[in-house]
């Protein structure tokens, strides 16, 4: 089950990768580095990102990204492999969501 | 244990070690010897005074050549536009109404560009402007001579953005480009911000101005890889003249190629770096001939620790950079869905073979296009994942969108068939040209970032779109690799230039004859623009408004208030099989235009008229009335009850 209400978490989850991915570019390019040694800082940095990432690659799965994965491993449905394991929530999809055209993103030719 | 500390404890003793010594010969003081340590330095002569500055050449003829044969193009353009007869436009689309004005212009920039090339020192800004002129008369043409933007889908996606615009959120249940939603809610913005009710004026001049903007980035690109002060712009004109793709109208994948085009001249540019071995250890492939091959577990190891060297910029400059690359793999991410993999692909590449420092824009670009899509796409891949994974009735698609075009009269077919042979041509020039860049740089990433977008094949259901999009995200880096081929044959043979010189204008003269092929039934006028939003205006909303044939402004707006129609097998359009599809369909309105006239005659070689007769047929039949005509322009409306549908009197009290 995912939950669109916790999308936010998503969404906060990103801003403090982006954060911190910036912070360490600042940190390493402004320090004075030296060959064959990483400064403390980077080091913590870089841990801070892994950490933040690992948590963003969890959020992303339960809220959409396991049941994603595995549709298209499988080549079923979405929607029916997640009312077989796990069921949709019925509020997460739009009903009204459903392209008309299964061919939208093919824009008529380009000339 | 062995120590190499040699260093001494201060007091003047030296480590009692027995092993490297440190020297304690010391000069003796007052007497000053040369050293016998290095090679003796042989005396450099005396610089004497400089040189008498040398007179430069004088520009003579060139200092006026340019500038009056770009504004003998410019001054020629009105005129143009006056004499060319739209009307008489047939399946050679529109290089053959263009009056002599016209092509007068398009020689006339070319000659600008190629005099300012020609002149012993060329000028940039003179070089920028007869580019800026090269561009207005050719890919500009139609904007010029024509009175409203031509292309069916800029005036749909000027609908995506009217649909928008109202209330800020994108409709849903409309189309599968409304879930990019990035570029119609930029412009919707644009236009609100503006005071503005519609964009057309926008759409009519978007092709000329974006392109432009894509030949600064081939420009700044070609100058990071081929240097020079020529070569650049030659790189900047190839692509325009090789573009017939036509993705420059008013739509998201234009505006995504100008932030793709943005980040690779980053990384080619001020990102750029090398991975270098400080032990002198050869990459792969090998520098030269002769050099050594270690294993390639070795050569591997050795270039993945390897960091590449620092970019030779101010860490402030570095840092900006990397802020302003994010921010446009972010902005790309939710504004397109192929722009956003292609550039990925090509940064991977680099990253991988260490040509630019900041590979953590990589994971920014990755991060950015899997969560918009877990997370704001939602909706898109719960009920439409067969798009992207694609089904048993798409892997013909990319068959079907070449060889299912090929169909028309005789200029339709000429011009389809030049489409392929551009391409192929420009493929060919590009691998003479990675041949010649492998030659001087012994470098094959260049023909390895226009081969990154081959792997869109992957997702064949995006339809025969994506064969146009392989090429145009190859086709900047086609275009300097084939603008250092034709450098190196002029290095080789001088007469070629006017040989080239030529060939430019030939390829100018294709361009605007492939680009306009279509131009029939591309061709919207104003008129048309104004029937159909009021048709949308006096439409209740929730009808069905269903054109004839997918051509004419159609989607301007009501996008999100009307029905297009629904899917029928083998109904893309009511004008495919028109009684069957309009039985089946039924429409509350059918709209017509003149485009759709014409591309029935051209493209599908029906009889001139057809589509009055169609019109007649229907109202005969008394299920729709004519509420507007205009020679080929008009309006059906379903009348009520439908009296086929509905024969039997209805029961009382039922």
Redesign the interface.
């Known amino acids: 089950v995912f939950n ?1 209400a916790l ?1 936010v978490w ?2 906060i989850t ?1 801003l403090a ?2 954060g911190v ?2 912070a ?3 940190v390493v ?2 320090g004075q580095g030296r060959l064959g040694r990483t400064p403390a800082k980077v080091q913590v940095l870089t841990a801070a990102s892994a950490g933040v ?1 690992v948590l ?1 690659v969890v959020l ?1 799965a339960v ?3 396991a049941l ?1 994965v595995n ?2 491993l499988t ?1 079923t ?3 029916v492999a ?1 009312s077989a394991g796990a069921p ?1 929530d019925p509020a ?3 009903p ?16 | 244990v062995t120590s190499t500390d040699t260093r001494s404890p201060g007091d003047g003793r030296r480590p009692e070690t027995g092993v490297d010594q440190a020297t304690t010969a010391l000069r003796a003081p007052g007497v000053d010897q040369a050293t016998t340590a290095l090679p003796a330095q042989r005396p450099r002569p005396q610089p004497g005074p400089p040189p008498p500055p040398v007179e430069e050449a004088p520009l003579g003829i060139f200092r006026w050549l340019s500038p009056l044969l770009a504004l003998a193009a410019v001054a020629l353009l009105p005129v143009a536009a006056a004499t060319t007869d739209l009307s008489a436009l047939d399946g050679w689309g529109l290089a053959k109404v263009l009056g002599p004005a016209a092509w007068a212009a398009l020689l006339c920039a070319v000659g600008a560009c190629v005099a300012e090339l020609w002149s012993p020192r060329p000028r940039i800004p003179m070089l920028a402007t007869a580019t800026g002129v090269l561009i207005l008369s050719s890919v500009g043409m139609p904007s010029v001579v024509e009175p409203a933007a031509r ?3 800029a005036w749909l996606l000027a609908g995506f953005t009217d649909a928008i615009a109202g209330d800020g959120i994108p409709a ?7 879930y990019w939603p990035a570029f119609f809610a930029q412009w919707a913005w644009f236009r609100d911000a503006g005071g503005a009710t519609q964009l057309d004026a926008v759409l009519r001049w978007f092709p000329p101005v974006v392109v432009a903007v894509w030949a600064i980035g081939i420009y700044a690109l070609a100058r990071s890889m081929l240097g020079g002060s020529r070569a650049p712009w030659v790189a900047a004109w190839l692509f325009v003249g090789l573009n ?4 420059d ?1 008013f ?1 998201p994948q234009a505006t995504g190629i100008v932030l793709l085009l943005t980040v690779l001249t980053f990384a080619l540019g001020p990102l750029a770096t090398r991975r270098t071995d400080a032990a002198g250890v050869p990459g792969w492939p090998a520098p030269h001939a002769d050099a050594p091959r270690l294993p390639l577990l070795r050569r591997w190891l050795v270039a993945a620790m390897t960091p590449p060297n620092r970019p030779t910029l101010p ?2 400059q ?2 900006l950079i ?2 302003c690359a ?1 921010l446009c793999l972010l902005a790309v991410a939710p504004a397109h ?1 192929l722009t956003p993999f292609a550039i990925i692909g090509q940064l991977v590449l680099l990253a991988v073979v260490g040509r630019f420092r ?1 590979r ?1 824009l990589v ?2 670009a990755g ?2 296009v ?2 918009f899509f ?2 704001a796409g ?12 694609g089904s048993g009735e798409d892997k013909g698609a990319l068959e079907a969108g070449v060889g299912g ?1 090929l169909m028309g009269d005789t200029g339709q077919v000429v011009v389809k068939y030049l ?1 392929i042979v551009v391409p192929g041509l420009t493929w060919v020039l590009a691998i003479a040209g990675a041949w010649v860049y492998w030659r001087r740089r012994r470098d094959l990433v260049p023909i390895g970032l226009a081969v990154v977008p081959m792997g869109f094949a992957a997702v064949q259901s ?4 994506l064969f ?1 999009r392989i090429v145009l995200y190859g086709l900047p880096i086609l275009a300097i690799l084939g603008a250092d081929a034709l450098r190196a044959l002029v290095r080789e043979r001088r007469s070629m230039e006017i040989v080239l010189a030529a060939g430019m204008a030939i390829m100018f003269a294709t361009l605007v004859l ?2 306009g ?2 131009d029939a039934y ?1 061709i919207v006028y104003p008129k048309d623009v104004a029937l159909a939003r009021q048709v949308i205006a006096d439409t209740p909303q929730g009808l069905e408004i269903v054109p004839l044939s ?2 004419g402004p159609y989607g301007v707006e009501g996008i999100d208030t009307h029905s ?4 029928i097998k083998g109904c ?1 359009q009511l004008a495919n099989d028109p009684i069957r599809c309009i039985d089946a369909e039924y429409p509350d309105v059918i709209i017509t235009f003149q485009a759709v006239e014409n591309e029935g005659v051209v493209l599908d070689q029906k009889p001139p008229g057809w589509s009055l007769e169609l019109v007649q047929q229907l109202v005969a039949s008394g299920r729709y009335v004519v509420t507007y005509q205009d020679g080929f322009n008009a309006v059906l409306k379903k009348t009520v009850p439908d009296p086929v549908a509905a024969p039997v009197n209805p029961t009382p009290g039922g």
């Not at chain 1, 969501?97 to 993103?105: G, M």
């Not at chain 2, 849903?172 to 409304?178: E, K, L, Q």
């Not at chain 2, 939602?378 to 994974?389: A, K, V, Y």
């Open positions: 669109p999308d998503i969404w990103c990768l982006l991915l910036g360490r570019a600042w390019e402004t990432l963003l992303v809220q959409g990204g994603l549709s298209i080549g449905d979405p929607l997640g949709v997460a999809v739009d009204a969501a459903v392209p008309v055209d299964p061919n939208a993103p093919a824009a008529p030719a380009g000339g | 292309f069916t889908t849903t249940g409309v189309d599968a480009r409304f017939w793709i036509e993705q109208y739509s860490p402030r570095l840092l990397y802020f994010a869905q900041g953590g994971l920014v991060v950015a899997v969560v877990i997370v939602r909706n898109f891949w719960l009920s439409q994942l067969s798009l992207i994974t075009r489409r995006y339809g025969g779109e146009l492939i680009r092929g279509n591309q997918h051509v297009g129609g629904s899917v893309s």
